[in-house]
Structures are given as structure tokens and as C-alpha cells.
């Protein structure tokens, strides 16, 4: 999957311990949705627990992000269940570019 090649290649090329650190909580994160939605019989099932899934520390923040998890969780779910399909892999690849940079923002207070 892209989203987890990129997150890979941060992980080996990065320089910053941070963008690391979070790098390789994103992958096991993503690795974990996608299992879930994998096990999952209904997508309102596999929301509600993928919307936990440790985006934020804790998930204290989780719920600011809403706006932009939600998409990522639609999009995730979908790719899931037809891993084939190159048009929601790219789906769920953008939608994660655009929950990274608003978590980003929101975890460091950058607007």
C-alpha cells in the first residue's frame, strides 16, 4: 500500500526522531485498520473502532480531527475489502495527506 511505503521511507531517510517516531506509529496504526476493516462484517462497525485507533496520544484529541479521520476511515475500509483497485488505494493515499497535515497541525498547535 503507498500510504505505508511512504511511511517506510520516512522511517529510513528522515532526520528528525520525530517524523521517526510517528512514521512507524502510523504504519502499525495502518496496518491495524486494515486488519480491522479486513474482520470487519459492517463499515459503521469498523468506524466506530478504527475512529480509536490511537490517532492522536491517548486519543484525547481524536475527536478534533473528525473532519478528516472520518474520510480516511471510509476510504481505508473501502481499500480493504478490494485491494485491487488502484483508484481506492489513491483515494485513501490522498485522504491520508490530508489527516497527517491537519493532525500535524492540530498536535502542534500550527495553523
Not at 511505503?5 to 532526520?15: C, F, K, Y
Not at 517524523?19 to 476493516?37: F, G, H, P, S, Y
Not at 459503521?44 to 490511537?54: C, D, I, Q, S, V
Request: glycine share 2%; proline share 3%; aromatic share 8%.
Amino acid at each position: 500500500m503507498q500510504i505505508i511505503d511512504d511511511l517506510n521511507h520516512i522511517i529510513s531517510t528522515s532526520d528528525s526522531m520525530f517524523q521517526r517516531q510517528l512514521a512507524k506509529e502510523d504504519v502499525t496504526r495502518v496496518e491495524n485498520v486494515l486488519e480491522l476493516a479486513h474482520a470487519s462484517d459492517t463499515p459503521a462497525t469498523f468506524a466506530k473502532e478504527a475512529f480509536m485507533a490511537g490517532w492522536t496520544p491517548g486519543d484525547m484529541m481524536t475527536h478534533e480531527l473528525k473532519d478528516v479521520l472520518e474520510p480516511l476511515i471510509e476510504t481505508l475500509y473501502a481499500y480493504a475489502k478490494d485491494t485491487n483497485n488502484e483508484a481506492k488505494e489513491k483515494a485513501a493515499t490522498e485522504q491520508w495527506y490530508v489527516f497527517d497535515t491537519a493532525r500535524k497541525k492540530r498536535l502542534m498547535r500550527c495553523t
